[in-house]
Nanobody, 116 residues
């Protein structure tokens, strides 16, 4: 399995930026899918961005052009750079990773609040 520790959430005004970090307990070589999802109050959890094995990325239409997912292989850390934040981006953000052959593991979540 893998443990995930998130950081970087907070309160920001609309138009501002935040960077979320997710430190993994093992190297990316054993991970075939990882990413970020979010859940706003009263809504279902939705995938925001993902990195698949080989390095390809996917984004939700609502964040394309504003959010960037990346990783630092040397530090086993994944990032979500969020620019031009909007109030509708307010949610708890979760990082997740799937070790090859195992189920997906989720982080504890970090709150992002965007004020108008």
């Amino acid at each position: 399995q893998v443990q995930l520790v998130e950081s970087g959430g907070g309160l920001v005004q609309a138009g501002g930026s935040l960077r979320l970090s997710c430190a993994l307990s093992r190297s990316f070589s054993s991970i075939n899918l990882m990413g970020w999802s979010r859940q706003a109050p009263g809504k279902q959890r939705e995938l925001v961005a993902a990195i698949i094995s080989g390095g390809g990325t996917n984004y939700a239409d609502s964040v394309k052009g504003r959010f960037t997912i990346s990783r630092d292989n040397a530090k086993n850390t994944m990032f979500l750079q969020m620019n031009n934040l909007k109030p509708e981006d307010t949610a708890v953000y979760y990082c997740h990773a799937r070790v090859i052959g195992l189920q997906t593991t989720w982080g504890q979540g970090t709150q992002v609040t965007v004020s108008s």
